[in-house]
């Protein structure tokens, strides 16, 4: 009796593996702006305004100045959650009234940082002062400020915590039964904040 409950686990498990739907990796050559480790003064801040009914996911957006001088123009983004531009600001490309393009950090000089990291469907969190960017499909770390800290070169990244993190060069994405996103590597290490790995 306990061979048979073995024999149907092995065989359960082993079509639940073969199941699984890989995803690929994206692999882009996109141009992005490394800011300044010393550009960390606050200059003024741009406000989102919208020609819509709400501030929301998804509405055109623009950025003003206290004076109400228009800085970034109607017509190239949608909003993303950011309503106060200190130092940098997530936003949709929108390129046309139809279509949505990639969702990036710009700063207010409208230089594309990188690409932002979902969680939830919304931008990742910060976690101890860093949150997870990407940079042509590979993951590394921003700052605050928009600053690419840990450089991105990792096939994934998992949040910090307690000053230490967990990455790896070699990562598989799949989709589970209940078509979550999942990762596994059998490479994972940690590093630290500096981006050193810990032994």
């Known amino acids: 009796m306990k061979i048979k409950h073995l024999i149907v686990l092995v065989f359960s498990l082993l079509s639940i593996l073969s199941c699984r739907e890989y995803i690929e990796n994206e692999t882009t050559n996109y141009q992005y702006f490394d800011k300044p480790l010393s550009d960390t003064t606050s200059t003024e801040a741009l406000i989102a305004i919208t020609d819509e009914d709400y501030l929301q996911y998804g509405v055109r957006v ?109 990562a598989k994405e799949y989709l589970d039964l209940d078509e979550h996103r999942r990762v596994e590597s059998d490479e994972w290490f940690e590093i630290d904040k500096k981006g050193n790995r810990i032994k």
């Open 62 to 170: 623009a950025f003003v100045n206290e004076k109400n001088d228009t800085i970034i123009t109607f017509g190239k983004y949608a909003y993303f959650g950011t309503d106060t531009l200190m130092h940098y600001a997530n936003v949709i490309e929108h390129p046309n009234d139809s279509t949505y393009g990639r969702q990036i950090a710009i700063d207010r000089n409208q230089n594309i940082l990188y690409d932002i990291v979902m969680f939830d469907n919304g931008p990742d969190y910060f976690n101890d002062g860093l949150v997870r960017v990407l940079r042509n499909g590979k993951m590394g770390y921003a700052n605050k400020y928009g600053q690419v800290v840990i450089p991105c070169e990792y096939d994934y990244a998992k949040w910090f915590e307690d000053g230490r993190a967990e990455v790896t060069y070699n």
